[in-house]
């Protein structure tokens, strides 16, 4: 798989440049409304460490693109399998996830604040909060533009860390407060923007983050001491192609 991941790479990449490249000019409209747009989304996933290198994705949001407002909202499910712990494979595994973003936009620049959940299932375990509970959410901050007259948009934003983390064993005990305080950039590029009346088009995301050992008993004072000292640095990728009504 390691192998294959960077063909898998480039395939989705000349994809997304070809989709790109026959819409662009017979679509080449701006599109400003305050009505919402639907959308389709298929990914193809570089997942973090501690997990299995790829996964494949797929979900659907709405988007606004107002003359002052943009918003953006995604529910998506993944495939993504942890590693083998102590050489036992994850047979089973996915993640769920909640986005959303909402900015006000003038001349093509916008800020704005979002936020982010996810909630991972393995064969052995379930980690993350109910999405109803605000801190199991991760706060986010940024802004964005619209670049290269609107034929592409990127947004930066800042991942802060949720204030709650719920992990279920497999017998169903939660623990609160078991993660791995994970925090860093949410970058997001579409082709072309948003703000354009084309119906297809290719998203990516890219999230560099750095997360400290996970918390397994919050109650061992000295034990989480060393676990939360304990930092990493890793980066997840998403790569999808969708389609806009």
Known sequence: MQILKPVLVAITLILCVVLYSATAHCQDVVKVSPFPRPYLLADFDLMPAGYESTAWQGGGGIEVNAPHFVFDSYAGYDN??????????????????????????????????????????????????????????HPEFGFGWDAATDYARVQILYMFREQREVSY?????????????????????????????????????????????????????????????????????EIGVGVRF
């Open 80 to 137: 993504g399998r942890k590693a083998p712990v102590n050489g036992v494979p994850n047979y089973n595994g996915h993640d769920r996830f909640l986005r959303g973003f909402a900015g006000y936009y003038q001349n093509g620049w916008f800020v704005g604040v979002g936020a982010r959940w996810s909630q991972l299932s393995t064969s052995d375990y379930t980690k993350g909060g109910s999405p109803l509970n605000g801190k199991s959410w």
């Open 169 to 237: 064993s497999a017998i169903g005990i939660p623990c609160v407060g078991c993660g791995n305080g994970s925090q860093g950039a949410d970058i997001t590029l579409w082709f072309p923007s948003p703000i354009k009346s084309n119906h297809w088009f290719c998203k990516m995301n890219w999230v560099p983050f750095t997360f400290h050992d996970t918390i397994t008993d919050p109650k061992n004072l000295v034990q989480t001491a060393a676990q939360t000292a304990s930092h990493h640095f890793t980066v997840s990728g």
